[in-house]
């Protein structure tokens, strides 16, 4: 039994650094090699795929505390009624939709659900949480390995397509901003946590390097979605984290907002970097994304309000796509039918992972990082392939069943 304890816990370690980095990695391997990305990523779905039915294979008797199976219970319940509602709309009106129904399904199935539910899953039947350390390193490596690869200005055919954020060709800023802001929640905490985490002063003192890195790569991809998340994360980490009283840990926050607020200004100073001019523009109103958001959030909530109860469709109105709002995208597509169970879920799982950030330094981590995501939900992504998201849904389920004694 302790044996199958282990291989479970390595497979849950393994599948959610796949998941969370799998596919930073896998375009920056293309962006080296040379080899073909959608091939590469073809092999790391498959990958995931097969780790998820090995995981979901070995789970036994599921073990759950009564909150814990009423949470999984309603999310469930969620991915029901969202998978049953797009067969509707495909039933109703096929030609509606920008996509083929196997294509909602095929993501929504493999990069969300499976991921989730396996993780969900070795939350019942384990008593470990997801090792800190090799997801901590394994998030310096990708995103430094990322940042040799990447660049702010991109062409082709000889024309300029791309200039003042860092991105690499097969991975948009949005989503190397959103590594980057894991690196930084892993490497605060690393450095509040290092005495619990029994951390070395060599892995220490790397936590600061990658933290720097880490808000270099943030800031030069431009990406303000992560960067209003992140602030908020952090915000909770500090305030809530009980060695904030004693001198060292008083001496480390001051070490983060330093070290936060020079890369900040060195990377505004910076003329190939966007950052400034993408906040101030949207404070001014005058960024075509930022206006492009609102019209497409103004899309889902006309649809939302059309049929309050069961929702109206898969893509809004305005700009024929997902409205890069999660919460938006639920009522639209389910109603309140489905934003009721899904909704209820996030709220319980979002007050327990804040809990965590006080109450767990050993698995609350994971907490952190489900903070982060859930607030970067309200700016990108979609439900079906918001593939980080739902792998760090199914790993509070290991945080939330794991005893405050547990170890990494």
Same mark, same amino acid.
């Given at each position: 039994?302790?044996?199958?304890?282990?291989?479970?816990?390595?497979? /849950?370690?393994?599948?959610?650094?796949?998941?969370? !980095?799998?596919?930073? %990695?896998?375009?920056?391997?293309?962006?080296?090699?040379?080899?073909?990305?959608?091939?590469?990523?073809?092999?790391?779905?498959?990958?995931?795929?097969?780790?998820?039915?090995?995981?979901? +294979?070995?789970? #036994?008797?599921?073990?759950?505390?009564?909150? =814990?199976?009423?949470?999984?219970?309603?999310?469930?319940?969620?991915?029901?009624?969202?998978?049953?509602?797009? &067969?509707?709309?495909?039933?109703?009106? $096929? =030609?509606? $939709?920008?996509?083929?129904?196997?294509?909602?399904?095929?993501? /929504?199935?493999?990069?969300?659900?499976? $991921?989730?539910?396996?993780?969900?899953?070795?939350?019942?039947?384990?008593?470990?949480?997801?090792?800190?350390?090799?997801?901590?390193?394994? &998030? @310096?490596?990708?995103?430094?390995?990322?940042?040799?690869? &990447?660049?702010?200005?991109?062409?082709?055919?000889?024309?300029?397509?791309?200039? *003042?954020?860092?991105?690499?060709?097969?991975?948009?800023?949005?989503?190397?901003?959103?590594? @980057?802001?894991?690196?930084?929640?892993?490497?605060?905490? @690393?450095?509040?946590?290092?005495?619990?985490?029994?951390?070395?002063?060599? %892995?220490?003192?790397? &936590? +600061?390097?990658?933290?720097?890195? *880490?808000?270099?790569?943030?800031?030069?991809?431009?990406?303000?979605?992560?960067?209003?998340?992140?602030?908020? %994360?952090?915000?909770?980490?500090?305030?809530?984290? =009980?060695?904030?009283?004693?001198?060292?840990?008083?001496?480390?926050?001051?070490?983060?907002?330093?070290?936060?607020?020079?890369?900040?200004?060195?990377?505004?100073?910076?003329?190939?970097?966007?950052?400034?001019?993408?906040?101030?523009?949207?404070?001014?109103?005058?960024?075509?994304?930022?206006?492009?958001?609102?019209?497409? !959030?103004?899309? @889902?909530?006309?649809?939302?309000?059309?049929?309050?109860?069961?929702? *109206?469709?898969?893509?809004?109105?305005?700009? =024929?796509?997902?409205?890069?709002?999660?919460?938006?995208?639920?009522?639209?597509?389910?109603?309140?039918?489905?934003?009721?169970?899904?909704?209820?879920?996030?709220?319980?799982?979002?007050?327990?992972?804040?809990?965590?950030?006080?109450?767990?330094?050993?698995?609350?981590?994971? #907490? /952190?990082?489900?903070?982060?995501?859930? *607030?970067?939900?309200? !700016?990108?992504?979609?439900?079906?392939?918001?593939?980080?998201?739902?792998?760090?849904? #199914?790993?509070? !389920?290991?945080?939330?069943?794991?005893?405050? /004694?547990?170890?990494?």
């Amino acid at each position: 039994m302790q044996a199958n304890n282990k291989h479970t816990k390595a497979l /849950a370690t393994l599948l959610f650094i796949t998941c969370i !980095f799998g596919y930073t %990695t896998v375009a920056t391997i293309s962006e080296i090699t040379g080899y073909d990305n959608r091939a590469l990523s073809i092999f790391l779905r498959s990958f995931i795929i097969f780790l998820t039915t090995i995981l979901i +294979y070995k789970s #036994g008797k599921i073990v759950y505390r009564s909150y =814990n199976k009423v949470t999984l219970t309603l999310l469930i319940i969620f991915w029901l009624i969202y998978l049953t509602r797009i &067969a509707i709309y495909f039933t109703v009106d $096929p =030609n509606a $939709p920008a996509f083929e129904i196997s294509f909602y399904y095929t993501w /929504a199935i493999g990069v969300s659900i499976l $991921p989730f539910l396996a993780l969900a899953l070795a939350g019942g039947t384990t008593n470990a949480a997801i090792g800190f350390t090799v997801t901590f390193y394994f &998030a @310096a490596a990708s995103s430094l390995l990322a940042l040799t690869q &990447a660049g702010t200005q991109f062409y082709e055919d000889d024309i300029l397509i791309s200039h *003042g954020r860092l991105m690499l060709q097969h991975l948009n800023p949005i989503s190397l901003g959103r590594h @980057a802001a894991i690196l930084i929640v892993l490497s605060v905490w @690393a450095i509040l946590h290092r005495r619990e985490l029994e951390f070395s002063k060599g %892995t220490h003192y790397f &936590a +600061y390097f990658t933290l720097f890195a *880490g808000m270099y790569i943030l800031l030069g991809s431009g990406s303000r979605g992560p960067l209003l998340s992140l602030f908020v %994360t952090i915000l909770f980490i500090v305030a809530l984290d =009980n060695g904030t009283k004693t001198t060292s840990s008083g001496i480390a926050v001051i070490a983060i907002a330093t070290i936060i607020y020079f890369s900040t200004i060195w990377v505004a100073s910076n003329e190939e970097m966007s950052i400034y001019r993408r906040l101030s523009s949207s404070i001014l109103g005058s960024d075509e994304a930022t206006n492009t958001r609102y019209l497409s !959030f103004s899309g @889902a909530m006309s649809v939302f309000l059309e049929d309050p109860l069961f929702g *109206g469709a898969i893509e809004e109105p305005n700009t =024929n796509f997902y409205p890069h709002n999660i919460y938006l995208e639920v009522l639209m597509t389910t109603g309140l039918l489905g934003a009721i169970p899904l909704l209820v879920a996030v709220t319980y799982m979002f007050t327990v992972s804040v809990l965590s950030l006080r109450h767990r330094p050993k698995t609350g981590w994971i #907490g /952190a990082l489900l903070i982060l995501h859930l *607030g970067d939900a309200l !700016f990108a992504g979609s439900i079906y392939n918001s593939g980080q998201l739902w792998a760090l849904i #199914g790993a509070y !389920f290991i945080m939330a069943n794991c005893k405050f /004694a547990c170890r990494n």
